[in-house]
């Protein structure tokens, strides 16, 4: 017998499990006029030109630890393209979680604002992971628009921060912008093979396309760059860690559905290869993160209380041995709610 | 001329600070003397560089990750002409053969400086062209071979505007393809033969090492000597050696050439490739090599005796070996004691650098066989480091700065006339 998911969860819960949209949702529409390349705002000067009028101010934030290898590279060329050639960005930071090599002393010599999370409002405490970077960068950074990108990219190029704010500045109604890499989509002239990473393919989309089958429309959902306004960011929780990425998506669509959403192709991505034990943790806090909003949204009465142990296995000699993780997705309140922030920005809940 | 000099900061440097002035007598003026001004001057130049360091280095990673082997420059000359075009140069222009060219107008515009360097790389059928930024360095493939020039071209635009400097000459800014090997020059001569405008003197950027004065260049012989297995050779004769012992006797016999110290003279024996397989015999085996002279007789002598080798060992093993000349170059060049040179040595001096006056075998050859004064300069320093891959090289950042005051002043002072 075919299972119905959604008599299924009114079953359970009483209510429809996600809103529906009074305008059937055709991904393949969005795709068309919410997915660009990054070569579609390649006029930088046509960009500055837009974002003086609107009176914008645009902060890049590159979360970043033990990155010393790479933070060099990154910094010299967002810096020298989008603030020194061009002035797009009005600020390039580096949020770091205390790194123990040289990263720290390397982005603040090729021109960047480098602090460290712990120092930015330490009354509410230390937490580790890049989700808190994030969080405290909103503190931290005076921009309406705020451009994350990961500091681990080796092949960054200006595109990056120019191809996720592009549809920020020229589209009013768009929130938050999301990057894909060397992927998908059916381009005017043959047809490239899709897919995202490993946790994205066997953990997200499965979810996404169970339980929120319009995000399965975001190409790379857990793609670590991505542009917002800061009016949307102020008013999200943050998961700390790997979870920041899923609780984004799920709740600027719970707030203001797909047409908040764009996303820019920016070719390719080079970075660590990261193991399958990582990736594993990764989908534990992803896990965490979308079951809670999943009761949160009202989708179920009750869920089982969450274990915050996960369990993997490791080859020790011939013999296989349990390795067991804590990871608890600690979430800091929307940061409009903390007085400091109120003052700072005097904004009110 | 203008020439106001101004800081990172943008705060004018005074033309003359009073530790570089003269009291002259009875006037009450405290004048400068020449030495100081040009060293106060070559010190606003470096601080100007610094403020342009971020964007140099940009450039640099741009161009370096670009594959451009010889005869596929494409792709480089391209970004070159594009940035050429965002700053705004009079002129660019692709030309019938690829070079990429741009031109800071002059205030008069009569005269003409060329300033060059070569767009492709030895870098040959890699995937990864990365480059790594590190505090104080950049590491990359061939790093230093030649992107910092290739970046230098399109900085030095913005480097003069934030120094608020006009030259009376034309700056002819010229990225050449098809230089390295069997290119053998030939973008910068096709330039120099179909450009149509008169040329002052040239400037060759090399990458490395700062300090570097190239005034002269060294003769050349370049080839490739081909050691082939004739359509008769007996395959089933056990022992049968192919082409590469041959190839042995050949380079046994080369490198026992008597070269003399004077005129300085040498041959390198670069490259050698033969066999596919440790149980097949190899059917061809190839020697690169470049012999090196002040003399041009001693080259052509150490052609003849390269010619007279092949041919004894080719009759003696019954293999064909055969010598492919893919380049030859005259010696020649300036005098050490041209006005240029000396010039050049004086800046260089004031930067605190200690100039190395020696010849070459650069793109400076191509210029002075057409009689254009010419030097080559290095842009910073760096190293092949032991313990990085062989194609990998290191350069250093700080000194940059320096490299591009360097070219400033070389160009200011042609500008001004009386070296070239």
């Given at each position: ?349 | 001329m203008t020439d106001l000099t101004q800081t990172s900061?943008?705060k004018p440097v005074p033309a003359c600070p009073s530790s570089a002035r003269e009291h002259r007598p009875?006037s009450g003026d405290i004048v400068p003397s020449a030495p100081d001004i040009l060293k106060v001057r070559l010190e606003g130049y470096k601080s100007a560089a610094e ?112 120094l608020k400097l ?177 010039k050049?040595t004086a800046i260089l001096t004031d930067l605190g650098l ?47 700065s320096s490299?591009?005051a360097q070219?400033v002043g070389?160009?200011q002072a042609?500008?001004e006339?009386?070296?070239?």
């Amino acid at each position: 017998m075919k299972l119905n998911l959604r008599k299924w969860l009114q079953s359970l819960t009483g209510r429809a499990p996600v809103k529906i949209p009074q305008k059937k949702f055709q991904v393949a529409d969005w795709l068309f006029t919410h997915t660009f390349h990054h070569s579609q705002f390649a006029d930088i000067k046509s960009l500055v030109v837009e974002k003086k009028r609107q009176n914008l101010r645009i902060s890049l934030c590159l979360p970043a630890l033990n990155e010393e290898k790479t933070i060099g590279k990154e910094i010299i060329m967002l810096k020298s393209e989008l603030m020194t050639r061009y002035p797009l960005l009005d600020e390039l930071v580096v949020i770091d979680s205390g790194s123990t090599d040289q990263t720290r002393e390397i982005a603040a010599s090729f021109g960047a604002s480098v602090y460290l999370a712990r120092d930015i409002l330490p009354q509410y405490g230390e937490k580790h992971g890049k989700g808190e970077n994030l969080w405290k960068a909103l503190y931290q950074m005076r921009g309406d628009i705020i451009i994350y990108i990961d500091a681990d990219i080796t092949n960054i190029r200006p595109h990056f921060a120019y191809g996720l704010v592009g549809p920020l500045i020229r589209m009013p109604e768009v929130q938050y912008v999301k990057a894909f890499y060397d992927r998908p989509l059916t381009v005017s002239k043959g047809v490239r093979v899709s897919g995202g990473g490993r946790v994205t393919e066997i953990q997200v989309r499965p979810l996404f396309s169970l339980f929120f089958p319009e995000l399965t429309a975001i190409i790379q959902p857990l793609s670590g760059e991505y542009a917002a306004r800061r009016k949307a960011l102020e008013r999200l929780p943050f998961p700390v860690g790997y979870g920041v990425e899923t609780a984004h998506l799920l709740d600027i669509y719970h707030r203001w559905g797909m047409a908040a959403f764009a996303q820019t192709d920016l070719d390719q991505r080079i970075h660590r290869n990261q193991s399958t034990h990582a990736l594993g943790k990764m989908a534990f806090g992803i896990y965490q993160t979308f079951f809670r909003r999943w009761k949160a949204y009202g989708c179920v009465e009750k869920l089982p209380a969450m274990e915050t142990v996960l369990r993997q296995f490791q080859n020790n000699d011939g013999r296989y041995e349990q390795i067991e993780s804590l990871i608890r997705e600690v979430e800091r309140p929307p940061i409009i709610t903390i007085p400091e922030y109120q003052q700072a920005f005097g904004r009110r809940p | 001329m203008t020439d106001l000099t101004q800081t990172s900061s943008g705060k004018p440097v005074p033309a003359c600070p009073s530790s570089a002035r003269e009291h002259r007598p009875g006037s009450g003026d405290i004048v400068p003397s020449a030495p100081d001004i040009l060293k106060v001057r070559l010190e606003g130049y470096k601080s100007a560089a610094e403020s342009v360091r971020d964007m140099l280095l940009a450039d640099l990673i741009r161009f370096g990750e670009i594959p451009a082997p010889t005869f596929a420059e494409e792709q480089r000359i391209r970004f070159l002409a594009n940035r050429f075009e965002e700053i705004g140069l009079a002129h660019i222009s692709i030309d019938g053969l690829g070079n990429g060219m741009g031109i800071i107008a002059g205030t008069e515009g009569r005269r003409n400086l060329l300033v060059l360097t070569n767009a492709d790389t030895l870098v040959k059928n890699i995937k990864d062209q990365t480059i790594e930024v590190r505090a104080d360095r950049l590491v990359g493939p061939f790093v230093g071979d030649n992107s910092i020039a290739l970046a230098a071209l399109t900085t030095l635009p913005l480097l003069l505007e934030r120094l608020k400097l006009q030259f009376k000459s034309n700056i002819i800014l010229l990225a050449t393809i098809r230089s390295l090997e069997r290119g053998n020059l030939e973008g910068l001569k096709h330039f120099l033969a179909n450009s149509g405008r008169y040329i002052e003197a040239g400037l060759c950027l090399e990458s490395v090492q700062l300090g570097r004065l190239n005034y002269h260049c060294i003769g050349l012989l370049r080839g490739d000597i081909h050691c082939r297995l004739p359509e008769n050779y007996n395959w089933a004769q056990f022992g049968a050696t192919g082409s590469i012992v041959p190839m042995g006797d050949v380079i046994n016999r080369i490198s026992q050439i008597a070269l003399p110290h004077r005129p300085l003279t040498t041959i390198i024996m670069g490259m050698v490739k033969g066999g596919i397989a440790y149980n097949n015999v190899a059917r061809e085996t190839v020697l690169s090599f470049e012999a090196r002279s002040e003399s041009l007789d001693i080259l052509n002598q150490i052609k003849q005796q390269i010619t007279d080798v092949i041919n004894e060992v080719g009759a003696r093993s019954g293999v064909k070996i055969t010598l492919d000349v893919i380049a030859q170059r005259e010696p020649g060049g300036l005098d050490i004691s041209h006005p240029l040179v000396r010039k050049a040595t004086a800046i260089l001096t004031d930067l605190g650098l200690q100039p190395m006056l020696y010849s070459t075998t650069s793109q400076l050859s191509a210029i002075q066989d057409v009689k254009i004064p010419g030097l080559t300069v290095g842009l910073t320093t760096g190293e092949r480091r032991y313990e990085l891959d062989e194609i990998d090289e290191s350069v250093n950042i700080a000194p940059l700065s320096s490299g591009l005051a360097q070219l400033v002043g070389i160009l200011q002072a042609i500008d001004e006339g009386g070296v070239s």
